[in-house]
């Protein structure tokens, strides 16, 4: 599903930029907003909660989810195929020599040394490995430019707002509703979502369990 995603300077322009997505009919599940104000506390329109970022401020990004889970597939590919191919065999000999032989070519068996077809089959699964890791992270974040342009309005102390849309009509439109309701910068996105990174900093004088800290000396009662 597309997402339209907006920058806003000031609170009060994100509010009016959801009300006025509500008042065209998107549900406040369609909407997520994400900023510094409000400690994770806030709701735009009394609906849509802004999720607090960290220090420094930073979106997922779909390009390293994409790169990290495709290295992760492709090693988790290739160690399945190896143990098919390698230790299957030993553990169950009525299987044969190489469990995945009917994959390959009589043509490739007859001219190419069995260790290099089972090194390609290795491979092969890797491969596949790699792609299937790829296309379970290929909508979650924003691709890479976004991710870093709006991570830089959010550590300028701006509020980001996205929606998600049914279609690319429905998308244009959202788009124009932020502009006109004051967004410095409105992109359109085939496919992704905006989530930060990272815990947010622990307000002053609060310890990182929420209870407010002693001061240097003070005696326990």
């Keep these: 599903m597309p997402l339209v995603i907006g920058a806003f300077t000031t609170l009060s322009e994100a509010e009016q930029a959801t009300r006025a997505l509500l008042d065209d009919g998107l549900t406040p599940e ?7 104000a409000g400690g994770g506390r806030l709701l735009l329109a009394g609906r849509v909660p802004v999720l607090p970022v960290g220090e420094p401020a930073r979106l997922v ?3 390293e989810r994409i790169s990290v889970s495709a290295l992760i597939g492709a090693i988790g590919g290739g160690l399945l195929t190896a143990l098919a191919v390698f230790l299957v065999p030993q553990l169950l000999p009525e299987m044969g020599a190489d469990p ?3 994959l390959a070519p009589l043509a490739v068996r007859d001219l190419v040394p069995s260790g290099m077809v ?8 890797a491969a596949l490995g790699a792609t299937a890791g790829a296309l379970v992270q290929r909508t979650r974040g924003l691709p890479h430019d976004l991710a870093m342009r709006y991570a830089l309005r959010l550590d300028q102390g701006d509020t980001i707002v996205a929606v998600r849309v049914g279609a690319a009509g429905e ?4 788009q124009e509703t932020m502009a006109m309701q004051g967004a410095i910068q409105a992109h359109v996105v085939t496919a992704g979502t905006l989530e930060p990174v990272g815990e947010p900093p ?3 004088g609060l310890t990182p369990g929420g209870l407010e800290a002693e001061p240097p000396g003070t005696p326990n009662t």
């Design 202 to 204: 622990t307000p002053a």
């Design 100 to 102: 995945l032989a009917p």
């Design 61 to 63: 990004n779909r390009t």
């Design 30 to 36: 369609a909407i997520s907003a994400v900023g510094r």
């Design 171 to 174: 998308a244009r439109a959202a």
């Design 118 to 125: 089972r090194a390609l089959e290795v491979l092969v699964g």
